[in-house]
């Protein structure tokens, strides 16, 4: 699965977000929801000057829709989601 950028750089993330926010004494800080933030950093940083939507490991997932519920997409049609979503059981 090493082979799909988005998911290194998602898994990089979770290691410098969880140290960032909950410092080396507490790196259970955040919730399993808000770690979506690794997702939107590998998002962006994949990002092209024209955007397009962004599954996160459809390769690795063999699944055009990827490991989510929904690709990354600025149009609600494709992605729904909301913040509020993560609240979701299952999501």
Known sequence: MDMEAG???HELTHGLSTRLM?????????G???HVL???I???????????????GAWASHRAKGIR???YSLTNEVNPSAYETLEKPGY
């Open 7 to 9: 998911i290194v750089i």
């Open 22 to 30: 909950g410092g080396p004494l507490n790196s259970g800080c955040i």
């Open 32 to 34: 399993w929801g808000e």
């Open 38 to 40: 690794s997702d939107f």
């Open 42 to 56: 590998a998002t962006v940083v994949r990002s092209m000057e024209e955007y397009s939507e962004y599954p996160m």
């Open 69 to 71: 519920n929904c690709p």
